[in-house]
């Protein structure tokens, strides 16, 4: 019957778990019991003795013995018992709700409804939930608490809530019967068997050894026997013994774990999960539909919690906030699904579990000093964990989700969430957001939830920083976008010279990358001053540029990649502390992680996690994602402040974003890197009206030399380059956000510690407002990147159209066509309206085509109706008369020309 | 358990406009499982309402039966129970026990209705029930013009059978009940 349950060897250790809560769960082996304690079923006190836990399963058992006797009568049996029951009310036409059979009839609804989902409940083949006994366990429990709680009635979810909590009390019982063959004679009883215990204990010296040896199981069951004491034990073996021995204490208590009681637990433990156990979070209300506090201006607890999810959302990781808002992607949408059965359908069992684990072992209780206006999911530490894990799983899914460039493809990422997930990062993850998650609660509650109440907090630091005005949507872009510009300029032209200097003599030297960077400021500044000779000055730069490229390309060699290089750029703010010689080893591992440009969410943790190392390492801060992101800014931040020269900032920008293309340009050069070069470096003319003339000028320089590259490309490596293109402008995005993210962070930090010094945090706050201005600019680049696949693609697709035309088409037709083509040629895809931009890929033609010929096949091939053959029949007319009009023409031309010149 | 409706002799609407307003509201579907009709519907329309009540309608015919396709006599068995159906005008002397009784021997059935006298009645005979369920409308026979409509209800449960009388007297609903055990397992099957 119960093949297919894990044995106890396969079930899932809980590393993560002992390690990361205050105190070991004192029945860390026994989920069920530890559960049970957790939701509040079993008395939590460390004190409570083995006895008080079976006495309150005791009564437990038995509340739910009489309830179901009392629920679940059948009308029959029911009428016999009491004596001649008023026929006109309970006969089975009975129009009363009161009588019996009114309420046989509820009953029976209601499990047709709830039969109907179990069968759906994990339906593989041999599944535990699909054998007989558990379904009928599952049924009734779910009948009677729907029939204790008419206000709540059955949803479907509720089943899938149950499921893990029965499951996790047949993992034990099966562990329960193992343990108990192992160990028989401790459940026997003991009262006659007095001395055989004491002589046994005589000579149990002699065995100490095996019992030693006991813990790996292959020996247990040999030497088991041997370890007759029940202190000599392991401890996990003992507490099964002590839980199930039913004459532990008067005889009447029952046991702990019981395959007969099954339902009894389970039941106890469902009702606890569903009501809360008068704590905050009580999974019933997910399921309602109704206001929690009655009011009628609040929305149903999921959607509060959804709207919670989102709001935390916006404090850890606006961009992906704002994305998801504007592609309409409501958190309902996902969380519906996701808290109802809190993340059951996005995990396999056994990675639920761990998961579960983690939920109930947080305190439910009510936090009270929480302002009663606040989310209620963020009222107690294990809402608000459960948002965190919320909120966890969507920044695991967040490259993804800011790849999404529709609310569709966003949800499919959301509701199909990816199974081989690494869980404990995951949880890890959650519970550093949980303490945010209680902290945000707590100091942004206080508000009234606007959903944009990012906008206060930075304002504190922003005015002080920029007269500029503050962008409407986002916190971050408080300042002016040039401002920031420099400040990245910076630190990315300090990280090149480094790099630079590496690859010349493997040293750091700062004053040569100085010197450096000031030359070419110099020529910089001379191109803005006078507009005139900027010309000659560009040919020179681009001579410089040559050389630079070379020297990139030495580097780049070295590292393994070039397009590496921006993604290491936050590693490198960190490592810039340490000697040169260390970063490269370090950056070119990571480099070459990010060689095949796929940037994937495990990518994005690695860097975490690598990052995490590397701060430990250095023994600045705690470990945590926050903490480390933190060290990063920090980093960065002393950077940005050493440079004073501010003026000359927005020269050394711009270069930074030409080298940048540039590289690009090296790595895959190509026809539409260089026309969609000038196209992009047009775009970015508004956000900075200073730097306008330089860009315009350098871009037309960096067309220049690149035209010799990219004459010879083919197509693949077209193909080849916009795939690039895409992962590429991706990867930046997604080391952006990261970085934003970090910042977001640390202003958390910055408000929560009130103490720390204000000076330092003008500083701090000047820093972070350059650099997060720094990385909107990239942001702006890198979405430019991902235009210019689009824009690419439309040419290829052009340019093969043309080829096709040419050869099918007659002389004529071929030259109509040709000025067709040149009449599209001269328009640019930016020109097109955006639905037709959308008809431009070849996934839509091909898709189109598809859908016409699956239509036809529907309409007429499916109906086995006569019309394809006249429509081949046609078709095949028309073709031959095409086939043989130029021949024909030329006939009767023939004929034309021969009656007018009379005879041949 | 299986809730089984029989009833007969409605005579719509030769002799009685519908089913009365009472027993109307009270037969919802969603309730039974199984109809047995003993026939004289008469026409199409009762049929078509018996079968909104629920889909697995069977019927005998009777005399006055404009559709000709319901047959003389049907079995059908339910649960541990065979069930036999006839209208009864074959029967002579109608409503007579013993003739039933031999049609009853002759279906090879548990359970035998039929109709036709427009009176409820049900023996238990040979360890077999022999019911008629009456004239649900109350409409004449040809013997008597003093007929309250009536209906039965069979809710039968393994080897048990309980059944319901539901007869309108005065403009009130009466249920009576009786409760019928079976000794053995049907052969039938």
């Known amino acids: 019957m119960f093949d297919d349950m894990p044995a106890v060897s396969s079930r899932p250790e809980l590393p993560v778990k002992s390690a990361t809560l205050d105190v070991t769960p004192r029945f860390k082996d026994l989920r069920s019991v530890q559960w049970r304690i957790d939701l509040g079923v079993l008395p939590s006190s460390p004190s409570a003795s083995t006895d008080d836990l079976r006495r309150v399963t005791a009564d437990y058992r038995r509340r739910y013995a009489s309830l ?359 949880i890890r993850r959650a519970k550093s957001l949980q303490v945010l998650a209680l902290n945000a609660a707590s100091t942004l509650m206080a508000h009234p939830l606007t959903g944009e109440l990012d906008h206060r907090k930075p304002n504190v630091r922003g005015h002080s920083m920029s007269s500029d005005s503050l962008s409407p949507k986002s916190p971050l872009s408080l300042v002016p976008d040039s401002y920031w510009e420099e400040k990245w300029r910076v630190l990315h032209k300090e990280e090149e010279g480094l790099r630079r200097t590496g690859s010349e003599k493997r040293a750091p030297i700062p004053s040569k990358k100085k010197g450096w960077t000031e030359k070419i400021r110099a020529s910089l500044t001379r191109t803005e001053s006078d507009p005139s000779p900027a010309q000659t000055k560009n ?143 047009e775009d970015p003319k508004p956000s900075y009206p200073e730097a306008n003339q330089n860009i315009e000028t350098e871009s037309s320089v960096m067309d220049e030399t690149h035209k010799p590259c990219h004459s010879g490309k083919g197509d693949g490596q077209d193909l080849n380059m916009m795939g690039t293109f895409k992962n590429l402008g991706q990867s930046m995005l997604e080391h952006i956000q990261v970085i934003e993210t970090a910042f977001q962070f640390q202003q958390e930090r910055a408000q929560v510690g009130p103490l720390e010094s204000f000076s330092k945090n003008v500083l701090v706050g000047k820093g972070q407002v350059t650099a997060v201005a720094a990385l909107k600019e990239l942001r702006k680049i890198s979405n430019l990147l991902s235009e210019m696949t689009v824009v690419a693609l439309t040419h290829k697709f052009l340019r093969e159209t043309e080829g096709r035309v040419r050869v099918c088409t007659e002389e004529n037709s071929e030259m109509a066509m040709r000025q067709f083509y040149n009449e599209i040629r001269g328009m640019k895809v930016k020109d097109l309206p955006s639905h037709l931009k959308l008809m431009c890929s070849q996934d839509y033609v091909k898709k189109s085509i598809q859908r016409g010929l699956d239509n036809y096949h529907a309409k007429y091939i499916q109906t086995s109706s006569v019309d394809p053959l006249f429509h081949v029949c046609f078709g095949g007319m028309v073709f031959s008369y095409l086939v043989a009009l130029p021949e024909e023409r030329r006939h009767l031309e023939h004929q034309q020309h021969a009656k007018e010149h009379g005879g041949h | 358990m299986v809730l089984v409706l029989a009833l007969g002799d409605l005579h719509i609407p030769h002799r009685a406009p519908d089913l009365p307003a009472k027993f109307k509201s009270m037969l919802v579907p969603g309730k039974i499982q199984h109809i047995i009709c003993t026939g004289n519907l008469c026409i199409k329309e009762v049929h078509d309402y018996l079968k909104t009540l629920c889909p697995d309608l069977h019927i005998a015919r009777g005399e006055y039966d404009e559709d000709s396709r319901y047959p003389e006599t049907k079995t059908i068995t339910i649960g541990q129970f065979k069930v036999g159906l006839c209208h009864g005008h074959q029967v002579i002397p109608w409503g007579d026990l013993d003739s039933l009784a031999m049609l009853q021997r002759q279906l090879d059935v548990d359970i035998l209705v039929t109709g036709h006298t427009h009176q409820f009645t049900a023996y238990k005979h040979e360890g077999g029930v022999v019911i008629n369920p009456g004239s649900a409308t109350g409409a004449h026979s040809s013997i008597t013009y003093d007929v309250n409509p009536s209906f039965i209800l069979m809710d039968i449960d393994g080897l048990r059978v309980v059944v319901y009388v539901y007869e309108l007297i005065d403009g009130e609903v009466k249920v009576d009940k009786i409760d019928f055990k079976k000794t053995t397992a049907t052969t039938a099957n």
């Open chain 1, 539 to 681: 040919v020179r730069k681009g001579l410089r540029a040559t050389v630079r490229r070379s020297l990139l390309e030495d580097l780049s060699r070295q590292l393994g990649s070039d397009e590496g290089i921006e993604d290491i750029i936050p590693q490198d703010k960190c490592s810039n502390e340490n000697t040169s010689s260390q970063d490269s080893s370090w950056v070119s591992s990571d480099t070459s992680s990010f060689l095949n440009g796929a940037v994937d969410a495990e990518k994005l943790n690695a860097i975490y996690d690598d990052s995490e190392n590397y701060a430990s390492g250095e023994s600045r801060v705690p470990i945590s994602d926050v903490t480390v992101d933190s060290s990063l800014i920090m980093a960065l931040n002393d950077n940005c402040i050493d440079k004073e020269e501010k003026n000359v900032k927005d020269q050394k920008l711009l270069l930074g974003k030409l080298q940048w293309l540039w590289r690009f340009g090296r790595g895959h050069a190509s026809e539409e890197t260089s026309d969609k070069g000038g196209v992009t470096m």
């Open chain 1, 68 to 426: 179901r006797r009392r629920l679940l009568s059948d009308p029959h049996t029911f009428k016999d018992g009491s004596n001649m029951p008023d026929l006109a009310m309970d006969n089975p036409l009975s129009q009363n709700p009161e009588s019996s059979w009114g309420r046989f009839f509820r009953n029976a609804e209601l499990e047709k409804m709830v039969c109907q989902d179990l069968l759906r409940l994990y339906p593989e083949d041999g599944s535990y939930f699909q054998t007989p006994g558990c379904q009928g366990m599952l049924r009734r429990i779910l009948l009677m608490w729907c029939l204790r709680h008419p206000q709540n009635g059955y949803r479907q979810g509720m089943h899938e809530l149950l499921a893990p909590l029965i499951y996790v009390l047949q993992v034990d019982i099966n562990r329960l019967c193992e343990v108990r063959e192992l160990y028989e004679e401790h459940f026997t009883d003991k009262f006659d068997e007095l001395s055989v215990h004491e002589s046994d204990l005589t000579y149990n010296f002699d065995y100490k050894k095996f019992s030693k040896s006991m813990d790996s199981p292959s020996k247990s069951n040999e030497n088991a026997r041997k370890a007759t004491s029940l202190s000599d034990l392991d401890t996990d073996v003992q507490q099964i013994v002590l839980l199930s021995d039913p004459y532990g204490a008067e005889s009447e208590l029952g046991i702990l774990l019981s395959e007969k009681f099954m339902e009894h637990d389970a039941y106890s433990m469902f009702e606890a999960l569903m009501s809360g156990a008068n704590g905050s979070v009580a999974m019933a209300d997910f399921f309602s539909h109704l206001p929690a506090d009655g009011t009628n201006n609040s929305s149903p607890p999921v959607i509060e919690a959804s709207t919670a999810l989102y709001h935390l959302l916006s404090v850890v990781d606006s961009p992906l906030h704002s994305h998801l808002n504007e592609l309409g992607v409501e958190p309902q949408y996902f969380c519906l699904r996701w808290l109802r059965v809190l993340f059951g359908r996005e995990f396999k069992l056994v990675d639920l579990m761990v998961i579960w684990d983690e939920i109930f072992a947080r305190d439910n209780s009510k936090i009270e000093s929480r302002d009663p206006d606040g989310f209620a999911i963020f009222g107690s530490a294990r809402g608000a964990f459960i948002a965190a894990m919320a909120l966890s799983m969507i920044l695991y899914l967040r490259p993804s989700l800011l790849g999404a460039e529709i609310a569709t493809s966003a949800l499919q990422r959301l509701l199909n969430f990816p199974q081989n997930v690494d869980l404990k990062k995951l």
